[in-house]
């Protein structure tokens, strides 16, 4: 048996050193070939593949249209071969109008919808390059690019495309890679194009100055921006950021004073058939107490109609609280990584996107000026061996008639080049006309004219960016012929309205709203006694009563620090035992309610956790958009959120399992949005056992018995620092640890 040791091809090496190495190029193998664009085209190698295997196709925009399956055929085995699922769902991306501003393939048959269909078999559609794809390609034959091999080294490919307008922020880009991902939304070329060309102009131009000439994102399914500029311009400043954009809506007048809503424009990437069906779902379940029906009356143009259960109902709130609860409106992850070279990865400001390919079309402009030099050249030389022919044309005609070696002849006896004699012994017969000559000596001229011109531009870098100015004005006037450049996202803002409230605008029903311990919730019509006894099912023992109306907004704080929010006249009714709560909102199975009250905006609420942390919140702050809730209390692992109420009065009194008591000022305890909380009693042995806020004035009570409280007028032995231990209770204070 052979020693592995001695075998070259076996390479001794630690496992994680292995694996690491090999990861590492999985990593960058993905971030450089397939998940981020470059920053000079704006596209991913895929993408550049389809576009030029089209242009060797010769499938431009006059052109006949081909089989989807042929395009994607061609690209798999000459350029990409990863498959042509693959491949063809990049095509039909590029052909997709609700995706792409400005499409880069003229699509005929299914593509897909708006709806999230999915685009017919590429055996059943066919494409074409579009005029935007032209402007990316234009100069490709000018040598304005590198080009490289492709995967078998048989063919060359472009390793980027010359791109006349800034394509990576025309049409945007997404895409997941390992450790990094991008989002870039679409923008409107021509401003692309005017921002471009100012900064051409003032290289340090300020970025607020470039904001002005593109304020925002243009989506091609149209919308509202209701982001403040200032926001926006943070967001392109840091290339990281949302931005909020909502759908566009009218109001249709409708007999007897009926009225509906009308939306015509959705958000970017939202699908139609599950923002309806989401939204029926909804109104089903009760969740919009202001909206009767749903429906989808699209044909080309999308139709959306919203019918409210009342005329009496406020329009505009109505709107502001489905964009709050429903993707009619979304927020845009903002994400600006691309390839800045071609394979270095980094995120971008607005600035330095426009400056990579602004540098970018300087290259390209520069090569193919050169590239047009050395043609002019070849040409001049080929029209100087020809004019001395002319002068000397029976000498010529002489030669090519009685030399066995003509081409020898003629180098010889007037001093051509090789290059030059071929082409004389080439020349028709009908070339020789005194007519061709003097067309030659013009032709000749215009040449040594157009020659001097370029030779100024390579000389003088001022007029390389005038030309390239003047060329990005003719890309827009292009683009505006087409009918593409209107902008069709405009910018508004919030209305300033409680929506729930003015929204529903039904008669306000007082209800009495009952949650058992294990979590099964109901209501109850009119304002009941609450300690009137109530039915639970067997096991289950009272958890929350407390009365409110149909137009309140009840709000539940779990165990985990999570808060939810709905509707009340959303809690199901009846004189069972109820409904479990998770029909409202998506709680854990391992976390429990821990309090349950109508919302209320000018109040804050003490949040106490069972080893004593805590602080204060504004209730406005804990309100959830959506059943999943929102996360205010991050309590550490093995720790609960043990209180949840409102601040009333000037003091906090916290009581231990170890009957320690603390009383603390109320301004000890910080207001915050959000956190872990900070220490407000400390615990050798047991937890936290209850917590109140209470007015000095009135001083600190407790229960003693069925409507009995005792008063605790002078407390200040008990007032202490936050964070310490507190004092055992006074005397005759609840065995329960308990103020309530």
């Known amino acids: 048996m052979s020693d592995d040791r001695l075998n070259p091809d076996i390479v001794d090496e630690p496992l994680t050193k292995a694996i690491s190495d090999r990861y590492l190029q999985y990593a960058l193998s993905t971030i450089m070939n397939r998940a981020l664009p470059d920053a000079r085209d704006g596209l991913k190698p895929v993408q550049r593949r389809i576009l030029f295997a089209m242009r060797e196709l010769k499938l431009g925009p006059t052109s006949g249209f081909r089989k989807s399956a042929k395009i994607s055929g061609d690209v798999m085995g000459n350029f990409h071969p990863h498959g042509d699922q693959a491949i063809y769902d990049a095509l039909a991306r590029l052909a997709q109008e609700f995706n792409l501003r400005y499409p880069l393939i003229d699509g005929q048959g299914n593509f897909g919808s708006i709806d999230g269909d999915r685009p017919a078999s590429a055996r059943y559609t066919e494409a074409r390059l579009s005029q935007g794809a032209l402007e990316l390609m234009a100069g490709l034959a000018e040598d304005a690019v590198d080009f490289s091999p492709n995967y078998d080294a048989t063919l060359e490919e472009p390793v980027v495309l010359p791109a006349s307008f800034p394509n990576l922020l025309a049409n945007g880009s997404s895409g997941i890679a390992v450790g990094m991902a991008t989002n870039i939304p679409p923008h409107n070329v021509g401003e692309l194009c005017d921002a471009c060309a100012h900064l051409v102009k003032h290289p340090n131009a300020a970025h607020s100055t470039l904001m002005k000439y593109i304020p925002g994102p243009d989506f091609p399914t149209g919308g509202e921006i209701v982001d403040a500029a200032s926001s926006i311009a943070k967001a392109y400043l840091k290339g990281r950021g949302q931005i909020a954009v909502r759908s566009r809506w009218q109001v249709e007048k409708l007999t007897r004073g009926q009225w509906q809503v009308v939306v015509t424009e959705i958000p970017y990437q939202v699908q139609k058939g599950k923002l309806i069906s989401g939204v029926a779902k909804q109104i089903q379940s009760r969740k919009f107490p202001f909206l009767s029906d749903i429906r989808d009356e699209s044909a080309e143009e999308i139709r959306i109609v919203l019918e409210p259960k009342s005329s009496r109902i406020n329009t505009t709130a109505m709107m502001e609280s489905l964009f709050q609860q429903t993707p009619l409106e979304t927020k845009f992850s903002l994400n600006m990584n691309a390839l800045i070279d071609g394979r270095t990865p980094r995120r971008c400001s607005l600035k330095e996107i426009l400056t ?385």
Not at 713 to 718: E, G, L, N, Y
């Open 356 to 740: 990579i390919f602004l540098h970018h079309r300087k290259t390209v402009l520069e090569r193919r000026t050169r590239f047009r030099l050395g043609k002019i050249d070849h040409r001049l030389m080929l029209l100087e061996g020809f004019l001395v022919a002319f002068l000397k044309l029976d000498r010529v005609i002489e030669i090519i008639r009685f030399h066995d070696r003509p081409k020898a002849q003629l180098i010889a006896e007037f001093t051509l080049t090789d290059i030059q004699a071929e082409a004389i012994l080439n020349m028709r017969l009908r070339s020789l006309r005194r007519l061709e000559e003097i067309e030659l000596k013009r032709e000749q001229d215009q040449l040594l004219e157009e020659r001097a011109t370029l030779e100024d531009l390579m000389a003088n870098p001022e007029s390389l960016w005038l030309e390239i100015r003047n060329q990005l004005r003719d890309v827009k006037k292009r683009f505006q012929k087409t009918g593409l450049g209107a902008r069709r996202t405009s910018f508004g803002a919030r209305a300033n309205i409680d929506t729930l409230a003015a929204a529903a605008e039904t008669t306000s029903e007082p209800i009495t709203v009952i949650c058992s311990k294990l979590g099964w919730i109901r209501a109850l019509k009119g304002h009941v006694p609450l300690d009137q006894d109530f039915r639970y099912k067997d096991g289950d023992e009272k958890g929350f009563v407390l009365h409110a109306t149909t137009t309140d907004r009840l709000v539940l704080c779990s165990s985990a620090g999570r808060f939810y929010s709905f509707p009340a006249d959303a809690v199901p009714g009846g004189k069972g035992t109820g409904e479990p709560v998770r029909v409202l909102a998506d709680i854990p199975i391992d976390c429990h309610a821990i309090s349950l009250f109508p919302h209320n905006p000018d109040r804050r609420l003490l949040l106490v956790s069972q080893q004593g942390k805590g602080f204060q919140v504004e209730e406005p702050r804990v309100l959830a958009a959506t059943r999943l809730g929102r996360q205010v209390f991050s309590v550490d692992e093995g720790d609960r959120v043990k209180i949840c109420g409102p601040v009333d009065g000037d003091h906090v009194a916290l009581v231990g399992g170890n009957r320690r008591l603390l009383v603390l000022p109320i301004d000890v305890v910080p207001v915050r949005n959000k956190g872990k909380g900070v220490w407000l009693q400390r615990f050798k042995a047991g937890t936290l056992a209850d917590a109140c806020s209470f007015s000095a004035k009135q001083g600190l009570q407790w229960n003693i018995g069925r409507e009995r409280k005792r008063r605790l007028i002078k407390f200040d032995a008990w007032i202490g620092r936050r964070g310490t231990a507190g004092k055992t209770v006074p005397r005759g204070f609840p065995r329960s640890n308990r103020f309530t």
